[in-house]
């Protein structure tokens, strides 16, 4: 359904937002202050990961296979299980 289309999208954005804050967030910090640069990269580069990671997952669930379904006659089913467990 369209809701449960906007809650997954809400959902993905909440995930890849919150990389993205810690990302913005130390560049502003380097326009600031120009020393003490390299300890961020580290941080920043794990973060990029993790975005990258979320939108791989994303992509694995976008692209599942369609699951084939055919109808069956439930109590046909039903009958031949009970005459093999009769036997």
Not at 25 to 51: A, V, W
Not at 70 to 76: F, G, M, R, S
Request: glycine share 4%.
């Amino acid at each position: 359904t369209l809701s449960a289309i906007g809650q997954l999208a809400a959902g993905v954005a909440h995930e890849v937002r919150n990389p993205l804050t810690v990302i913005k967030g130390f560049i502003q910090l380097f326009q600031i202050n120009k020393e003490d640069q390299e300890k961020y990269f580290d941080l920043m580069l794990s973060e990029i990961e993790r975005i990258e990671a979320i939108l791989q997952e994303f992509l694995a669930i976008a692209k599942t296979d369609e699951i084939n379904t055919e109808k069956k006659n439930i109590y046909q089913i039903f009958k031949n299980v009970v005459s093999l467990m009769n036997t």
